[in-house]
């Protein structure tokens, strides 16, 4: 029932920008947060930004400063706008959400950015 829809990945040349976006369907209530983790070929998963419900945020160290994690709760969805980027940020992007009514973790099917020249 619930689904997670990810777009906005692609290939970006160093310095460059993208915004991925994370749109949220189904019987869901509320959320009550939002994360979005990356994974590398041989890497563990790792957080990069998160957000609650109440608007705290929360960024990996190697990415503050030039990620910015946000959300629109009258189209919900969430984005992850990163700028700077780097041949180290290259990964499969995926969002994750919790909700009000239940503990599971929802994931959306990941989103290949690359950073390359």
């Known amino acids: 029932q619930v689904q997670l829809v990810e777009s906005g990945g692609g290939l970006v040349q160093p310095g460059g920008s993208l915004r991925l976006s994370c749109a949220v369907s189904?019987?869901?209530?509320?959320?009550?947060?939002m994360g979005w983790y990356r994974q590398a070929p041989g890497k563990q998963r790792e957080l990069v930004a998160a957000?609650?419900?109440?608007?705290?945020?929360n960024y990996a160290e190697s990415v503050k400063g030039r990620f910015s994690i946000s959300r629109d709760t009258a189209k919900n969805t969430g984005y992850l706008q990163m700028n700077s980027l780097k041949p180290e940020d290259t990964a499969v992007y995926y969002c994750?959400?919790?909700?009000?009514?239940?503990?599971?973790?929802?994931w959306g099917q990941g989103a290949q950015v690359t950073v390359s020249s």
């Open positions: 957000i609650t419900n109440d608007g705290t945020t």
């Open positions: 189904g019987n869901i209530f509320r959320v009550t947060y």
């Open positions: 994750k959400i919790n909700t009000y009514r239940s503990p599971v973790d929802y």
